[in-house]
C-alpha cells in the first residue's frame, strides 16, 4: 500500500474527501494526516523486529583501517544479527567496546599488526551517529563484510512510497491519533479507536512472528529449565 492509499484510508474512516497525488502536500488538514501515518508507522515499526526490514547489507572494509563505517545507519534502529567476512567465509565475533578499548590502549606504544579481523566490537561515528564496528587489528586487505541486519523503513515522503509494513495497524492507529487531535469520529471514542489498532498491531505481530520462532523460542541445552521450551517426559 502507497503513501497515497494509506492517506485515502484514514481519511474515508474520518468521513472527509478523499485526495489524489498532487493533494498531500497542498493543503495543511492533509499534512497533518501524513504525519500521523508516519508517527503510526514508527509506532508499528517499533513494536517488532519485522521480517520486511529484516536483509542483508556488503560493506566494503578500508586496506589498514581498524574501523568499518555501516552508512546510512544512523536514525534507523539499525540492529545487526551477524557480521560475515565474504573472503573467508567466516562470522565475527563481537566482543565488548571495553574489551576492545583495552586491546588497542594497551597496544599503543607498540602498534597492532594488519592481519584478517576476527573480532569487533560496536561503535558509533560521532559526527554523524552512523554505526562502526572496530576490529581486534587493521585490515591487511579490502574485505567485503555482510551485515545481517534490521533496519526501519524511512518516513514516507512522496504518494507512490510504498510501505512495506503490514498496512491495517498502520492506518488504523494513524486514524486514532488523528481523530485524537479532532475529538471525535462519528461517535466511536478515540479510545475504541486506539483499542482496535493495538488488536490489528496484536494480529500482524502474531502473523509475521510465526515466520521467525528463532525469536521467540528459545532453548538452553545446559540448563534446560532456563528456556521456554518445554518437553514432556
Known amino acids: 500500500m502507497n503513501y497515497l492509499d494509506l ?5 474515508d474512516r474520518l468521513r472527509e474527501k478523499r485526495v489524489v497525488s498532487t493533494d498531500i502536500d497542498s493543503d495543511p488538514y492533509v499534512r497533518s494526516i ?17 521480517g520486511c526490514n529484516r536483509g542483508e547489507d556488503d560493506v566494503l572494509g578500508v586496506l589498514d583501517a581498524p574501523v568499518l563505517t555501516i552508512t546510512d545507519s544512523a536514525d534507523s534502529n539499525y540492529i545487526y544479527d551477524r557480521i560475515l567476512v565474504v573472503e573467508s567465509g567466516k562470522f565475527l565475533k563481537q566482543r565488548e567496546p571495553t574489551y576492545m ?7 599503543a606504544a607498540e602498534p597492532i599488526a594488519s ?11 560521532a559526527d ?7 576490529f581486534n587489528c587493521p585490515m591487511d586487505f579490502a574485505y567485503t563484510y555482510k551485515v545481517f541486519r534490521i533496519k526501519d523503513q524511512d518516513d514516507l515522503d512522496c504518494w507512490d512510497c510504498q510501505l512495506k509494513l503490514p ?35 496484536s494480529d500482524a505481530i502474531a502473523m509475521d512472528s510465526a515466520l521467525y520462532p528463532q525469536d521467540t523460542v528459545w532453548f538452553d541445552l545446559d540448563i534446560p529449565l532456563k528456556g521456554n521450551v518445554r518437553t514432556s517426559h
Open 115 to 125: 592481519g584478517h579481523p576476527r573480532e569487533f566490537a560496536q561503535y558509533y561515528n
Open 7 to 11: 492517506h485515502n484510508k484514514v481519511l
Open 34 to 50: 501524513g504525519a500521523h501515518i508516519n508517527d503510526a508507522k514508527d509506532a508499528v515499526q517499533n513494536a517488532w523486529n519485522w
Open 167 to 201: 498496512s491495517l495497524p498502520v492506518y488504523t492507529l494513524a486514524t486514532a491519533l488523528a481523530s485524537r487531535e479532532r475529538g471525535e469520529l462519528g461517535g466511536t471514542p478515540t479510545s475504541e479507536l486506539f483499542a482496535l489498532a493495538d488488536n490489528a498491531l
Open 101 to 107: 578499548a583495552n586491546r588497542w590502549s594497551n597496544n
Open 128 to 134: 554523524n551517529g552512523d554505526l562502526q564496528v572496530r
